[in-house]
């Protein structure tokens, strides 16, 4: 028996997806269809799913096939399979990492609201929202963006056995359809679930 799971929406850490995986690497099933549709997540939680993907196809025959969507964190775990299979109008790809914050300056202003900190070191808590984000701030969260998108390119560039030019032509952050990601090296075949079992048992 094949077994399929899913894997929609927003990912976050998430021990229970991690135990339920490691039941199902214990299980019956002879192989695993990875179903993914998610436009990501947190960094954290993407690579733990990846991580536990890795550990199932170990034991078990394991493909991917993209719904809609597989971006950001949805690619992360599609990484862990050696074979994904996408729709040709699918979307796969955004590598990238994106740290957002909402500052609310001048509202306070406009509002007369002032929030008051004490804080053990100038960095504890940056950027806050409350206050103009400081230069040193702005450096160590550029620091921590670019260091979680060299991980992310490696991956890539590992799982998909690219070089350095065809890694530089995919991971500026954009999605490409399941058409360009072929030969992008992004993914394997165009398909479905029908394809990717023919794949499982070729």
Not at 96 to 102: A, K, N, R, S, W
């Given at each position: 028996a094949i077994a399929r799971i899913n894997i929609d929406g927003l990912i976050r850490s998430d021990q229970s997806r991690?135990?339920?995986?490691e039941r199902l690497g214990r299980s019956p099933a002879a192989a695993v269809v990875v179903h993914i549709n998610s436009p990501g997540g947190?960094?954290?939680?993407?690579?733990?799913?990846?991580d536990s993907l890795v550990?199932?196809?170990?034991?078990?025959p394991l493909v991917v096939?993209?719904?809609?969507?597989?971006?950001?964190?949805?690619?992360?775990?599609?990484?862990?399979?050696?074979?994904?299979?996408?729709?040709?109008?699918?979307?796969?790809?955004?590598?990238?990492?994106?740290?957002?914050?909402?500052?609310f300056t001048e509202l306070l202003k406009t509002v007369g609201v002032q929030v008051e900190t004490v804080k053990s070191s100038p960095l504890k808590a940056a950027p806050?929202?409350?206050?103009?984000?400081?230069?040193?701030?702005r450096a160590a969260l550029d620091a921590l963006v670019k260091d979680s998108y060299?991980?992310?390119?490696?991956?890539?560039?590992?799982?998909?056995?690219?070089?350095?030019?065809?890694?530089?032509k995919v991971a500026d952050g954009r999605v490409f359809t399941g058409r360009q990601a072929i030969p992008l090296k992004l993914i394997d075949?165009?398909?479905?679930?029908?394809?990717a079992v023919a794949w499982l048992v070729a």
């Open positions: 991690v135990e339920a995986l947190t960094t954290a939680g993407a690579e733990q799913l990846y550990r199932l196809k170990a034991r078990k096939v993209v719904g809609g969507l597989a971006a950001s964190g949805g690619y992360i775990a599609a990484l862990a399979s050696d074979h994904i299979v996408a729709q040709q109008s699918s979307l796969v790809g955004s590598i990238g990492v994106l740290f957002q914050y909402p500052n806050n929202g409350y206050e103009p984000t400081s230069p040193e701030a060299a991980w992310f390119r490696d991956l890539v560039r590992d799982r998909r056995g690219m070089d350095a030019a065809q890694i530089d075949q165009l398909g479905d679930e029908k394809t």
